[in-house]
């Protein structure tokens, strides 16, 4: 059933073919994220053209990287950057490239522009969208180098494992916009997740493994974070994965 990007009450219309892999939060802002958002959005935030729902994207709204960048270099996208820890971090060590962090969360991306303005990073972009549009509409086909995911939401039980956001619809999404070469770099504390990872992308058009044996080693580029000092804080194994987009017709 399609869903919205609002909580489900029973009542709301829906305007959705799939649900989505995140539940909004309806949590305020602190009065400095606020701040932030209001003060340093003209610069971080790209302007999103929306379609009915509220984090949706309109068909048709594509955006240029080097109009947004103000230059053409490589791109780097993070889905579901959270407090833009491993994301700001990044753009600071790489000042050559470009990067840009997709999340739902506004607190989440309020925190990504103070930090990113106090390091005086400049290369980095936020959009507040879905990230599966985002693929789909808002980003040109074959403008991306890597697409980092780390610590998506492993929707554990099995009446919500729908909402992975790692499924056979996604992998042509991220086809898409890589270019060929460019890698999809994910990481999870769930095994289970890992595991469905593996078996989507294993049998993806116009993706090829990046690692020999069962998992990747750890991606270098990605700083420690909450989420993954909390999974080895519980005994959880971290696993990694990479898969490099072939040039591979998929029309």
Avoid: C
Avoid at 17 to 26: D, H
Avoid at 106 to 113: I, K
């Amino acid at each position: 059933m399609p869903e919205t990007d609002e909580p489900d009450t029973g009542d709301e219309p829906r305007y959705r073919e799939r649900p989505v892999s995140f539940a909004r939060r309806s949590g305020r802002m602190s009065d400095g994220q606020e701040r932030a958002w209001n003060q340093l959005g003209s610069f971080y935030a790209v302007p999103v053209e929306r379609d009915q729902a509220v984090l949706s994207v309109r068909p048709g709204a594509q955006v240029d990287p080097a109009t947004l960048f103000g230059r053409s270099a490589p791109l780097i996208v993070e889905i579901g950057s959270g407090q833009g820890h491993a994301i700001v971090a990044a753009a600071e060590t790489a000042p050559a490239t470009d990067f840009l962090a997709v999340e739902v969360f506004r607190a989440g991306l309020a925190r990504t522009m103070l930090d990113a303005d106090r390091a005086g990073v400049r290369n980095l972009r936020l959009v507040e969208a879905n990230a599966p549009e985002v693929l789909e509409h808002l980003l040109p086909p074959a403008s991306v180098d890597e697409l980092w995911i780390f610590f998506s939401d492993p929707w554990h039980k099995n009446r919500h494992t729908k909402r992975r956001l790692i499924s056979p619809d996604f992998a042509p999404l991220a086809a898409r916009v890589l270019k060929p070469g460019g890698a999809l770099r994910l990481a999870t504390d769930w095994q289970d997740y890992a595991l469905q990872m593996r078996e989507v992308m294993s049998d993806a058009a116009g993706f090829a493994a990046g690692f020999d044996g069962a998992w990747a080693p750890r991606f270098e580029g990605r700083v420690m974070t909450a989420f993954e000092r909390k999974g080895i804080a519980k005994g959880r194994d971290i696993r990694d994965l990479v898969y490099l987009r072939t040039d591979d017709d998929l029309r």
